[in-house]
């Protein structure tokens, strides 16, 4: 059993520590607002008065607050006691803020790792958990067993940036499927059709064309996109436009789509109407050397 301390005691942070006590570890919980940790203390944990005082009293630090900010605010005032430690920061930020932590931690002479954590706080501990860690490895091998009990543990190397890079590109392609299906949902609700009745339909279409991303993914590292003969870019672009056209036939607004059209016509107007539509990631990427 590990002695740990969190930080921070929003809806995520008190999830975290419900499941660490579960597991019979020793927890010790702080919260920059007094109250929080009423219902964990009642349930076994120790509150500290202060974040020095619970990291002093633990061996490994969870963090878990409003933004980075407010992470390094803490860090600084903690840091004589974090010199030997391990911080473990699940806040979500972007890679560059991770990584200027991660430097402000090295200064403490401590152990840095970033999280990003999959999951809602109900989640945490069941099967679909998972927590995506990137910084020192020494620190996620010495705590990895601990932490596989909040979630699948994905360690992605030593970069600390990386967990939040992935946690924010998986995110990505959530707010992408959402988008897709709030438009879609939009054009059936024109008629007054349900949007669960129309979604049985819409999975069972989405599932197929999710066999599509292993081929694009391929084209997409090889930088090559080749010749589509079957549904090249410029059938995709005529079919997009369709869809628009159809949008605003129906008086749905068109915000979500618009921008994909846009990139569509700018790609296939370039002369490369005859590739896949993969080809579309070019305008996107960020360019080689930069």
């Known amino acids: 059993m590990a002695n740990i301390a969190i930080i921070g005691l929003g809806a995520m942070g008190q999830a975290l520590t419900a499941r660490f006590l579960q597991q019979g570890h020793t927890v010790t919980v702080w919260n920059r607002t007094p109250g929080k940790g009423a219902s964990l203390v009642a349930r076994g944990a120790r509150e500290a008065r202060s ?9 490994v630090t969870v963090m878990c607050v409003l933004d980075y900010s407010a992470t390094d605010s803490i860090i600084n005032d903690a840091a004589p006691t974090l010199s030997g430690r391990a911080l473990i920061n699940l806040t979500n930020g972007t890679p560059a803020q991770a990584r200027a932590t991660a430097e402000l931690v090295a200064t403490l002479d401590a152990d840095y790792l970033d999280g990003g954590i999959m999951a809602t706080p109900p989640m945490i501990g069941g099967e679909h958990a998972l927590i995506l860690y990137s910084g020192s490895k020494a620190a996620f091998d010495a705590h990895a067993e601990t932490l596989e009990g909040l979630g699948a543990a994905n360690y992605l190397g030593e970069d600390a940036g990386l967990a939040s890079l992935h946690d924010l590109a998986l995110l990505s392609g959530m707010y992408g499927l959402f988008a897709g299906f709030f438009h879609a949902t939009a054009l059936v609700d024109s008629e007054g059709i349900p949007a669960s009745g129309f979604l049985t339909l819409l999975r069972n279409w989405m599932t197929a064309m999710l066999g599509e991303l292993a081929g694009y993914a391929e084209k997409i590292d090889s930088g090559e996109h080749g010749v589509n003969v079957v ?35 700018k790609r296939a107007g370039s002369g490369f109407g005859d590739e896949d539509i993969s080809g579309v990631f070019e305008l996107i990427r960020r360019q080689r050397g930069k």
């Open 51 to 59: 974040a020095a005082d619970a990291i002093a009293a633990s061996d």
């Open 231 to 265: 549904s090249n870019l410029g059938m995709q672009t005529a079919s997009l436009e369709n869809i628009l056209t159809a949008t605003r036939e129906q008086g749905v607004a068109a915000d979500l789509l618009n921008p994909m059209l846009d990139l569509f016509r």
